[in-house]
């Protein structure tokens, strides 16, 4: 697990870290947006510029947006064959046999990668300089409002920190139970179908009841400790926005103005 | 009247056997009181029932003069703290100061509050410079000692500990036991430890030793321990310097009864100079 | 053959920010036909060091020697099934690795992933669970209705079924009550003597070591510090005040009388030896 870089948080001291979890979330929502306006290239190196401006901003290396993407890499290189494959508009650039690439094939890959590594560029700025649990609380600030219409804004939120808190002890687990099975005699790698059913099944089922125990015991902890859904509770944790944070927002507002301006009017 | 009574309890997972049948005890405000017996005997559950995690099926139990019930349960959680079993299991938090903060949050103790209830609690419990700290750089002791905060600060008068050193190492079992002696020292809340430690049962006041869902002896330690064939027929054992001194009267020494190794060795001493 | 050590190390998350050396450089003999206990601190290594024995971690360095096998860092080594027959390692809690519908089908797993046929395996089971203590009526019960003590025997029936000649136990007495306790301990005593299994405990309880093993290696840091005989080790508590390990009960009691002046030899190692030497001393004095 040591090896993942996309959506880990990196504890770093700058001024984006410090940036209000509800602004962030706001802002990326924003420019996710701007991405999707055919703004054309000097729209896309316009968002390209302000995101960059943002990491550096943010002491992350760009090795480390870099690592992010790398898992992407291998779609990416399938979604261009397809394309090759498929487009046959624009001047063929490049021809073996009977076999041509043509323009609007690099085109079209060069759009759809450029977007999705804004994308990614965009989400990790925002997951790697906040914190899971910070992030649980601007998500449940900012469905708050819907409350009224039924969202228990306030459910989902503990849901999910309750979900971050438990991944690292579940992954524990998960290998402690291979581990178990494999000094069974569990070959995980190689066998026949029906063996192979029979090592995943072994696996799932105490996986199972462990995170049942798990989700009992808690249940238990949670209610001893005069925890309740649905009922009045103060919080410790408690969201500023600050002028850095409408500066952002301001930003983003700004950014997606223009692409749509780009797009439709110029 | 003692802060917890219990009366004529039963209680049952399966509509079959009684997990808890028929149980009637009372525990004395102040005091410490254990609860023995091998594994399920049904002192697990009896802990439940009075920190009203589970229903009973017959009989009372009334806690600090209030009868636990629906309309009751409320009043009677913020009375009762229990800390369980598995260190991990009962970390809610993402951090220990925010896992001390989230019985504060459900009981609407104002925001402003509670930095200062946080610090004051993790001090108690020597975790101050772990206020930050994440639950997976913690050992299971220091686990405990957040449960334990995060109880603690929400005020109960009684405080219940369900095999709460069972899971940890010897460095952790010690940590914890300390924290308990120290917490009732100083703080005279009640409290109720269910274990199978059987040198911790020397520390309390009060001893219940449960089989199969009933009640087998209630007394002081050294009423209990003085019951050897009772205590051995329900598969428990005494503690190593009860069993020595028993072995040295047997062989003919006079000594007076005394449940740690310190008061037997203290008395074996004075024997030994008598010349 | 024992189970040599060869300057071992193991490194987890090697080349990231996360490394963390486990072992390093350890050189240990572990006798054959033995029960060895492994203690040490939370995070000393222990758990590391037995899972190299059925090669379900891989040295980063040096080798280990298991049985006819050698396991080398860097070479991948082949067939570490039949390694895994042969050395049974269970692990902490075991009962959470049960999932079969039946108990018996749920012992027999193991064997039949070695090979074995259905109707043999069903045999090796049943004899596994004898061995345990659970008779035939527990063989079609769901392991999972079963309580945690006999959950836990089960789980270990599972590993005796493969019929190893090593087995190695990674704190198979946690949670039991002391009546459990002593009665697992009783088992792989068993095991040990009637059956000749070589039998490694990883353990944090003192009194288990000193009633019931042969050997002690006491990890620290990633090395073994000590690697003794338990009557060496327990001959009075000057090692584990070392280690920082609480001696057994009865150790404590010879050293607490031994400062006031009581004398023992080396071989009071029970209650009654201990009852026996000091109603002699008193009585002289008395």
Redesign the interface.
């Known amino acids: 697990m040591g090896n993942i870089t996309l959506g880990r948080y990196i504890p770093l001291d700058s001024p984006v870290h410090k940036l209000d979890p509800r602004a962030k979330i706001m802002a990326m929502l924003l420019v996710l947006v701007a991405i999707f306006f055919p703004a054309g290239w000097l729209g896309y190196g316009i968002i390209f510029l302000a995101v960059s401006f943002m990491i550096i901003l943010s002491k992350l290396s760009f090795n480390f947006i870099w690592k992010s993407m790398k898992p992407m890499m291998f779609m990416m290189f399938f979604l261009f064959i397809i394309n090759c494959l498929v487009l046959k508009t624009g001047t063929p650039l490049l021809t073996i046999g009977k076999f041509a690439i043509y323009s609007d094939a690099v085109k079209q890959t060069l759009y759809i990668v450029v977007r999705l590594l804004l994308m990614i560029m965009i989400t990790t700025c925002l997951t790697a300089t906040t914190k899971p649990l910070d992030l649980t609380l601007g998500i449940e600030d900012l469905l708050s409002p819907f409350g009224k219409i039924g969202v228990p804004s306030h459910e989902i939120a503990m849901l999910i920190s309750i979900a971050l808190r438990f991944i690292p002890d579940l992954i524990d687990e998960t290998q402690r139970i291979i581990k178990a099975q494999e000094s069974r005699g569990v070959d995980l790698k190689e066998g026949k179908i029906m063996e192979r059913i029979m090592a995943v099944l072994s696996l799932i089922v105490p996986l199972f009841v462990s995170a049942f125990q798990r989700a009992e015991d808690l249940a238990n902890a949670m209610e001893a400790r005069g925890y309740a859904p649905g009922e009045p509770r103060t919080r410790y944790k408690v969201l500023k926005m600050r002028r850095s944070d409408w500066l952002l927002l301001l930003g983003a507002a700004l950014l997606l103005a223009g692409m749509i301006f780009l797009a439709f009017f110029a | 009247m003692g802060i917890i009574e219990v009366k004529n309890l039963s209680f049952s997972y399966d509509e079959e056997d009684n997990a808890v049948d028929d149980v009637s005890f009372s525990v004395e405000e102040g005091s410490y009181t254990t609860i023995i017996g091998h594994n399920g005997s049904g002192k697990s559950t009896v802990a439940k029932l009075i920190a009203g995690l589970l229903e009973k099926k017959s009989g009372t139990i009334v806690i600090d003069s209030m009868e636990l019930n629906e309309e009751n349960l409320k009043k009677i959680r913020n009375r009762v703290g229990i800390v369980f079993q598995n260190p991990d299991n009962q970390f809610i938090g993402s951090t220990v100061r925010d896992d001390i903060a989230f019985g504060l949050e459900n009981h609407c103790v104002p925001q402003n509050e509670m930095d200062g209830i946080i610090e004051e609690f993790a001090s108690r419990v020597r975790m101050t410079d772990y206020l930050n700290s994440e639950p997976t750089r913690l050992s299971g002791g220091q686990k405990q000692r957040v449960a334990i905060a995060g109880v603690l600060a929400m005020g109960p008068k009684i405080l219940i500990f369900d095999e709460a050193t069972s899971m940890l190492d010897p460095q952790g079992k010690d940590e914890i036991k300390k924290v308990i002696n120290q917490i009732h020292r100083k703080s005279g809340l009640t409290i109720l430890s269910i274990t199978h430690d059987i040198e911790e049962v020397t520390s309390g006041d009060y001893v219940i030793a449960m089989n199969d869902g009933k009640i087998a002896m209630t007394g002081t330690p050294e009423e209990i321990f003085a019951n050897e064939k009772k205590l051995k027929e329900i598969k428990l054992d005494l503690p190593f310097s009860v069993k020595l001194q028993k072995e040295l009267v047997k062989k003919g020494l006079k000594l007076e009864k005394s449940l740690t190794m310190e008061g037997l060795v203290e008395q074996l001493c004075r024997l030994n100079s008598n010349m | 053959m024992p189970i040599e050590f060869e300057h071992v190390s193991y490194i987890y ?1 090697d080349g ?3 490394r963390y050396v486990a072992l390093s450089d350890v050189n240990l003999n572990i006798e054959e036909g033995k029960m060895t206990a492994v203690i040490g ?2 995070g000393s290594g222990k758990s590391t060091l037995v ?1 190299h024995l ?1 090669a ?1 971690l891989l040295p980063s360095e040096g080798k280990v020697k298991v049985l006819d096998r050698v396991i080398e860092a860097g070479s991948k080594p082949k067939q570490l ?1 039949s390694l ?2 042969q050395v ?5 809690f ?1 009962e ?4 079969e519908e039946t108990v018996l089908k749920d012992v027999a ?2 064997p039949k ?2 090979g074995v046929s259905e109707a043999d395996a069903a045999e090796k089971a049943r004899k596994a669970l004898k061995l345990v203590g659970l008779d035939e009526s527990y063989e079609q019960r769901s392991p ?1 209705e079963l ?3 006999q959950k836990r025997r089960v789980a270990i029936a ?2 005796l079924a ?1 019929d190893p000649s090593v087995i190695v136990l990674d704190e198979p007495t ?7 306790t002593v009665d697992m301990m009783k088992l792989f005593r068993e095991l040990n003597k009637k059956h000749g299994k070589t039998i490694l405990i990883v353990t ?1 309880d ?1 009194e288990q070591v000193f009633t019931f093993c042969d050997n002690v290696i006491v990890m620290e840091n990633g090395k073994p510090r000590i690697s003794a005989t338990v009557g060496e080790f327990f001959k009075d508590s000057s090692l584990c005040r070392e280690m920082d ?2 001696p057994p ?2 150790i ?2 010879k050293d ?2 031994r400062e ?3 004398r023992f030899d080396g071989n009071v190692n029970d ?2 030896a ?3 030497a ?2 002699k ?3 002289k ?2």
């Open positions: 998350s990231t920010p996360f601190r939370t899972q059925n379900l099934k895994r027959g049974g390692l269970v692990f902490q075991p959470y690795q049960l999932f797993f193991g992933n070695f999972l309580s945690g003590g599972g590993i493969m946690a949670g039991l009550d002391p009546q459990g944090h003192m390990i609480l009960a009865l404590r009691m607490a009388l006031k002046g009581f209650m009654n201990l009852a026996g000091i109603v001393q008193v009585k004095h008395g």
